[in-house]
């Protein structure tokens, strides 16, 4: 009869889910819940990056008309880069196996970030003289590589609104506590590891 009684109840022989596991349905719901943050950070970093591009690349000043000009495509070119960055990268939310990799590999989203910043150096470092007539004013300018500028800015726009730390460095925190690091389980004693508040 004891023996009956220990294989009827599934949880006692362990078979069940762990009473703090993440039930299949709610995991990983956090890569939504990180994209305002995202995107927060994006409007954070791409404004002064742009105000440096539009001054890099400007070869004549007209006063408040420049100013002006400034002033509106910083609101205007962030904006529209991180909202077609967002919807680009949808997939990476919306299909399950490439939410999976991406998020099991967050470190190709960094990667990505590190890449744009270093289009953004090389662009600047790389300079060439151009001369021509603008409003009728002849120059004689030097100015930074421009098709670099606009290639970092768009990669790290993408990447900067679709990157996050990698899974398995809260694992290794986890593991560092003594919590197993094992995302959406409890750790022993009862404690829960950083990655399950990281995917709750």
Do not use: C
Request: hydrophobic content about 45%; cysteine-free; aromatic content about 10%.
């Amino acid at each position: 009869m004891g023996r009956e009684e220990l294989t009827a109840d599934p949880r006692r022989a362990g078979a069940g889910p762990h009473p703090l596991e993440t039930p299949p349905a709610s995991r990983q719901p956090w890569v939504w819940r990180a994209l305002p943050i995202q995107i927060a950070i994006a409007f954070i970093v791409m404004p002064p990056l742009w105000v440096y591009i539009h001054l890099s690349l400007t070869i004549t000043y007209d006063g408040i008309l420049t100013l002006l000009g400034l002033s509106v495509t910083t609101v205007l070119a962030p904006s529209f880069t991180i909202f077609a960055a967002v919807v680009i990268g949808l997939p990476l939310r919306l299909v399950p196996k490439l939410q999976r990799w991406w998020t099991r590999n967050g470190e190709a989203g960094l990667l990505g970030v590190a890449i744009g910043y270093g289009f953004l150096v090389a662009g600047s470092l790389i300079k060439h003289r151009e001369t021509g007539i603008a409003d009728g004013i002849p120059y004689n300018a030097v100015l930074p590589d421009a098709t670099m500028l606009y290639a970092g800015w768009l990669v790290l726009g993408f990447f900067i609104t679709h990157s996050w730390l990698p899974l398995r460095w809260y694992r290794r925190s986890g593991n560092q506590a003594g919590g197993g690091g094992v995302p959406g389980r409890a750790a022993p004693g009862g404690t829960t590891t950083q990655a399950q508040f990281t995917n709750s």
